[in-house]
Nanobody, 128 residues
Framework: QAQLVESGGGLVQAGDSLRLSCRSS????????MGWFRQAPGQEREFVAA????????YYEDTVKGRFTISRQGASIGVALEMNNLRPEDTAVYYC?????????????????????WGQGTLVTVSS
């Protein structure tokens, strides 16, 4: 089955910035809500950010608000995550996800149980 492919992770110092990108490996068509999750060692995967199919609605986890920006990227249901002022606690494997469910200002499903498509992750390491 088609998957999403993340890129852009790396090793940076606290206060630096990174831009993560996500694209389809093929076979994914239509309008999808896109999102980013992350998983640190020994921790459960957690929600980071989400964006509606047309970019009209966005949601962010509280600790990344004002630092991270999620945006749509052209064709192939692409999505990016611009991460600024990175902190050591941001260290994790970051995963891109796509879900066919619509995202609106009343949505509550987005922070858990996404199921349509996932990437294999890209590692972000923030040193002190």
């Amino acid at each position: 089955q088609a998957q999403l492919v993340e890129s852009g992770g790396g090793l940076v110092q606290a206060g630096d910035s990174l831009r993560l990108s996500c694209r389809s490996s093929g076979g994914i068509y239509g309008a999808y809500t896109m999102g980013w999750f992350r998983q640190a060692p020994g921790q459960e995967r957690e929600f980071v950010a989400a964006i509606s199919w047309n970019g009209a609605e966005t949601y962010y986890e509280d600790t990344v608000k004002g630092r991270f920006t999620i945006s749509r990227q052209g064709a192939s249901i692409g999505v990016a995550l611009e991460m600024n002022n990175l902190r050591p606690e941001d260290t994790a494997v970051y995963y891109c996800a796509a879900d066919q469910r619509q995202l609106s200002y009343k949505s509550t499903w987005y922070n858990r149980r996404w199921g349509d498509y996932w990437g294999q992750g890209t590692l972000v390491t923030v040193s002190s």
